[in-house]
Structure formats: C-alpha cells, structure tokens
C-alpha cells in the first residue's frame, strides 16, 4: 500500500504516516493530516510548497509544466517538488519526503518569486 512518510523540519517531531492506497494529490494527503509543509497558493505560483523527495521519488507522477516552471525558478535540484502539485501514483512504494522551509520562510520566498514572476510578466 502506498505510504507517504512526511519528515518535520525539527528533529524532535514524530515524522506524519499517511497510507495512500489509491495515490492522489500530494496536497490533499497532507491537509487530511494536517502535514506541517507550508502551502499559500496552491497552485504552483510561488514555490512556498517545495518539499525534498528522500526515498520514493518514482511514486510521484512527473511534474507538470506550471510545476517545473517554479522549481526552475528556484534553481531547484532533482530532488525537489511542489507539495500543492506533485500527484501520488497507486502502488505498493513508499514516499518519504520533508519541506524544504519552514512557514514563515517559505512566505518569504514566496513573496520574492511572486515579485520576480509579475517582473516577468511586466517585460
Ligand atoms: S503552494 Fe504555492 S507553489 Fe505550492
């Protein structure tokens, strides 16, 4: 059965254990158990979601255009996607993954790449 194992940022909390026979979106899995990854658009706009994939990464569905647009502006590795657009596939695998910045800094950075993203749009 898949299973999304979702790490804190801090050390001292229990990791969160969601059983996902079906897959789904990553974003619904997380709000079902309160997932401390920090979401503000949900919509692949402003990159606040990102989250590192630790094991598991072949459980996801390749990201979309919009998704790989906002990890490309943040220069992002491989390893990295967007919690709010990121679709978990049925199958027996596990997803392990831990958010890439915590609340306060991941609306800073989204903040920023929405005011480089409307830069953008105003060329
Ligand atoms: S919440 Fe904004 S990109 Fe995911």
Redesign the pocket.
Known sequence: MPRVIILSRHASAAPIEIDAPEGGALVDLCDARLAPIP???????????RVEILEGADALCAPEAEERA?LALFASPPTHR????AKVKPGLVTLRLRAIAGIADAEDE?KRASSTVTTNHDD
């Open positions: 979401f503000s658009c949900r919509s692949a706009n402003c990159g606040a979601c906002i967007l919690a709010c657009s989204a």
